[in-house]
């Protein structure tokens, strides 16, 4: 793995972060995320919609390490989308945060009024307040036409990426066209008793290493950035004590038998599954 990757517009993005969705309560984000930047974590992933920045913005302050060593990204709702509305987004997020500056800021779903929020980013990012803009959720063609259409490319494409959907074709793409793959849900939440599974069990026994370490491994070695979410501080450094051992290309191989070529999470095709997210009306403060 790299440890730093560079974005095409040359900002430097850590390869190893946290991420903070679905933690109950702002004591435990905050918590949570203070601990992770003990354990050296310098990058943090949230999102209005994880209604949890405000807890992300306390945990930086009181870390004590300096802004320009922390690499922040926060991302945009799906009811916020459109020119105006994102222009306020943006701002809102970093009161929340307690930032005048994020380092990157995604459209967190292919939903809504895309062009009009992606150009409100584009303006951000001249002024100085966006480092790095992307999107999150995007098929491949869906990015393909935002890049024919706009002034500035993607820099991140976040996507659910572990060993169960391995989605090897579209991160080629990805890399490609010079945009960093990030993946969301590296241990596939869990979802089918992943850290037990036999293959990765046998590699991590050889390594003498833990299942989750070799998956975080075997993504960071196919130059994807991960960020692997806990809330117990053993399993928090434990994820990120990755950079001592390498997976041969073999192990490599014997990870990627384990693809499903599948969403765990639900299928974004559905367009059952766009009326519910389209109705997703988040208070960010609720927390
Ligand atoms: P994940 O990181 O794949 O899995 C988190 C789960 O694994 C939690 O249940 C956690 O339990 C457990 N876990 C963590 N480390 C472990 C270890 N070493 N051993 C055993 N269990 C361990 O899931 P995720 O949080 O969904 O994904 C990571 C991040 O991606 C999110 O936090 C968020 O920042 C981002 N994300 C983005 C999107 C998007 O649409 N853009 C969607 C989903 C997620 P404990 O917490 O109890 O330890």
Same mark, same amino acid.
């Given at each position: 793995?790299?440890?730093?990757?560079?974005?095409?517009?040359?900002?430097?993005?850590?390869?190893?972060?946290?991420?903070?969705?679905?933690?109950?309560?702002?004591?435990?984000?905050?918590?949570?995320?203070?601990?992770?930047?003990?354990?050296?974590?310098?990058?943090?992933?949230?999102?209005?919609? @994880?209604?949890?920045?405000?807890?992300?913005?306390?945990?930086?302050?009181?870390?004590?390490?300096?802004?320009?060593?922390?690499?922040?990204?926060?991302?945009?709702?799906?009811?916020?989308?459109? @020119?105006?509305?994102?222009?306020?987004?943006?701002?809102?997020?970093?009161?929340?945060?307690?930032?005048?500056?994020?380092?990157? @800021?995604?459209?967190?779903?292919?939903? *809504?009024?895309?062009?009009?929020?992606?150009?409100?980013?584009?303006?951000? @990012?001249?002024?100085?307040?966006?480092?790095?803009?992307?999107?999150?959720?995007?098929? *491949?063609?869906?990015?393909?036409?935002?890049?024919?259409?706009?002034?500035?490319?993607?820099?991140?494409?976040?996507?659910?990426?572990?060993?169960?959907?391995?989605?090897?074709?579209?991160?080629?793409?990805?890399?490609?066209?010079?945009?960093?793959?990030?993946?969301?849900?590296?241990?596939?939440?869990?979802?089918?008793?992943?850290?037990?599974?036999?293959?990765?069990?046998?590699?991590?026994?050889?390594?003498?290493?833990?299942?989750?370490?070799?998956?975080?491994?075997?993504?960071?070695?196919?130059?994807?950035?991960?960020?692997?979410?806990?809330?117990?501080?053993?399993?928090?450094?434990?994820?990120?004590?990755?950079?001592?051992?390498?997976?041969?290309?073999?192990?490599?191989?014997?990870?990627?038998?384990?693809?499903?070529?599948?969403?765990?999470?639900?299928?974004?095709?559905?367009?059952?599954?766009?009326?519910?997210?389209?109705?997703?009306?988040?208070?960010?403060?609720?927390?």
């Amino acid at each position: 793995m790299k440890k730093i990757m560079e974005l095409s517009n040359g900002v430097s993005m850590p390869q190893l972060g946290f991420g903070v969705f679905q933690i109950p309560t702002h004591e435990d984000a905050k918590k949570a995320t203070l601990q992770a930047i003990k354990a050296g974590y310098r990058l943090i992933d949230t999102a209005a919609a @994880y209604m949890n920045e405000r807890a992300v913005g306390e945990a930086i302050k009181e870390s004590g390490v300096p802004r320009e060593d922390l690499f922040i990204t926060t991302k945009l709702w799906v009811q916020d989308m459109g @020119y105006e509305a994102t222009q306020k987004a943006i701002d809102h997020s970093l009161a929340r945060l307690d930032l005048d500056y994020l380092d990157l @800021y995604l459209i967190h779903q292919p939903l *809504n009024d895309v062009y009009g929020s992606w150009r409100a980013m584009e303006d951000a @990012y001249d002024a100085g307040k966006l480092k790095a803009i992307g999107v999150a959720n995007f098929e *491949n063609d869906r990015l393909q036409d935002l890049m024919i259409n706009n002034r500035i490319k993607p820099m991140v494409n976040q996507i659910e990426l572990h060993p169960f959907h391995a989605q090897f074709k579209r991160v080629q793409w990805l890399q490609e066209q010079g945009i960093v793959a990030e993946a969301w849900g590296p241990f596939a939440e869990g979802k089918q008793q992943i850290f037990s599974n036999p293959i990765i069990k046998k590699i991590a026994q050889s390594h003498e290493k833990t299942t989750g370490q070799v998956i975080l491994r075997w993504l960071t070695q196919r130059g994807i950035v991960v960020i692997p979410k806990s809330v117990h501080e053993e399993r928090i450094v434990e994820n990120f004590a990755i950079t001592d051992f390498e997976l041969t290309a073999l192990e490599m191989d014997m990870m990627s038998t384990l693809d499903q070529k599948q969403s765990l999470f639900g299928d974004m095709h559905d367009p059952e599954t766009v009326v519910t997210l389209e109705k997703m009306h988040l208070d960010y403060d609720e927390r």
